[in-house]
């Protein structure tokens, strides 16, 4: 089957399918230490991206959605299943580590380049990959 013939009926799977979207252009730049560097820290364009940051992603997971409170509130929403959540609650775990040990008032330079950055980056990638492409 064509992989935009999956997508299309993986999307009718959730009610939220653009917030789905929304989720993974996420993932991918928490998963990218390179984009990061490039976009969120020298203020670089990446195509039809005028400016991201990493505050965007935070306030997507904790003040748009439930996925930092309840991912599995978001089953049937903007995700499929029990282990999609699981996988978000593993990010925040990460992220919120992070913000108890070095605070919420850091740059986004600081951020990435704390040591405990790649197991951020690690859980992006974790479920990027399991929410897919």
Do not use: C
């Not at 997971?61 to 309840?70: G, I, K, P, R, S």
């Amino acid at each position: 089957m064509d992989q935009v013939v999956k997508l299309e009926q993986a999307m009718n799977k959730v009610k939220y399918p653009e917030m789905r979207k929304e989720l993974r252009s996420h993932l991918q730049a928490l998963s990218d230490p390179e984009y990061q560097r490039r976009v969120w820290v020298a203020k670089g364009k990446e195509g039809s991206i005028q400016h991201d940051e990493l505050d965007y992603a935070i306030h997507f997971l904790y003040d748009d959605t439930q996925l930092a409170d309840d991912p599995r509130s978001m089953i049937g929403w903007i995700l499929y299943d029990a282990s999609e959540a699981e996988l978000m609650e593993r990010l925040v775990r990460v992220i919120e580590g992070i913000f108890e040990q070095h605070g919420t008032a850091l740059s986004d330079a600081q951020y990435i380049g704390l040591a405990e950055w790649g197991a951020v980056v690690d859980a992006a990638k974790e479920a990027l990959v399991a929410i897919g492409e």
